[in-house]
């Protein structure tokens, strides 16, 4: 081999492992500063792992939402998942921030005023104004006695608008405490003319600030929607005597769907049929989910039905 072939082959050699060497000394440096990047923020090697499964959720979620457009028929609607660090997250609206009558809805608003104004044990004298108001439930005669506690059971169990007006009747501009607090609350598209939720279109909300409600009363005011979950209740007079007994709920899924931890009946023919249902959630948390302006009373709870299956079939997915 002449002199000119050896030098080309010694620059040949040295150009491939030199070149090899090289890209290896490349990858590894690459190779490290990766490794070190995930080291710093795991989460990024995590979500390359999980962006497959994530975006089947994704999926998932987004087809129960069509098929919950498709199959709700109710006029609004809204589900609201609030975790166990208080956080919310919409999981699905429908005309939410449509205003609307939301008859006995009205009430929790009733109950809220009646715990920041008076004590339990206060006692309330019935009038005959209250117990002309418009439905026969509550068995209140005028002239008895009877404490808020018995009145608040009577109001949110058998939805009473003749309890809800003997509350009312407590206090001066009982209905401009209502709006007060509304205001208080951030509910823009609220207003209140009296506590029953009676008297039509006057008396109106929308299913995104009745969720701030039911958040607010959730939090501040627990004991509020441990009265609605009651399936009965044994209304007891001041001198200990029994007064009546509640043997139903107005919100009929108490019986028939478990996990509810409260909510609250409303009809007239105005609002149609308007129901809240505040479901547990098995992983910590609860679900806020309200329907208005179904067809009929009856048709409320159905129409709700299809929220609670929605919630049920997103917490499997998550």
Not at 11 to 22: A, C, E, N, P
Not at 45 to 73: C, G, H, S, W
Not at 86 to 92: A, S, T, Y
Not at 261 to 275: F, L, M, V
Request: one cysteine or more; glycine letters at 8%; a negative charge.
């Amino acid at each position: 081999m002449n002199k000119n072939i050896k030098i080309f082959s010694i620059v040949l050699l040295v150009s491939f492992f030199g070149g090899w060497g090289v890209n290896l000394i490349h990858s590894n440096l690459v190779d490290a500063f990766y490794w070190q990047e995930i080291g710093q923020d795991s989460g990024m090697f995590l979500a390359q792992i999980n962006v497959e499964p994530r975006m089947e959720r994704v999926l998932a979620q987004r087809e129960l939402r069509q098929k919950l457009e498709t199959d709700l028929k109710a006029e609004s609607a809204i589900s609201v998942f609030i975790d166990p660090r208080g956080e919310e997250k919409i999981l699905f609206e429908k005309n939410s921030s449509v205003k609307r009558p939301i008859a006995s809805l009205t009430k929790l608003m009733t109950a809220l005023i009646a715990e920041n104004e008076y004590k339990p044990e206060q006692i309330f004298v019935i009038s005959q104004a209250a117990v002309s108001q418009e439905e026969d439930k509550g068995n209140l005669k005028t002239g008895e006695n009877l404490s808020l506690n018995e009145l608040l059971h009577i109001m949110l169990i058998e939805s009473s608008n003749d309890a809800a007006w003997a509350i009312g009747e407590g206090k001066e501009n009982f209905s401009g405490a209502m709006n007060l607090e509304a205001q208080k609350l951030g509910l823009e598209n609220t207003y209140f003319i009296n506590p029953t939720g009676l008297d039509g279109y006057e008396n109106y909300s929308t299913a995104a600030d009745l969720v701030k409600l039911v958040e607010y009363i959730a939090k501040q005011h627990p004991r509020i929607f441990e009265i609605t979950a009651k399936q009965s209740y044994e209304v007891i007079n001041p001198d200990g005597s029994l007064h009546h007994f509640i043997g139903e709920n107005t919100n009929k899924l108490l019986v028939e769907v478990p996990g509810i931890i409260g909510g609250k009946t409303g009809y007239t023919d105005e609002a149609g049929g308007c129901i809240i249902v505040l479901l547990e959630n098995e992983k910590g948390g609860y679900f806020i989910n309200v329907i208005l302006g179904t067809v009929s009373a009856d048709e409320r709870f159905p129409e709700m039905k299809k929220l609670i299956d929605f919630c049920k079939e997103y917490e499997s997915s998550i």
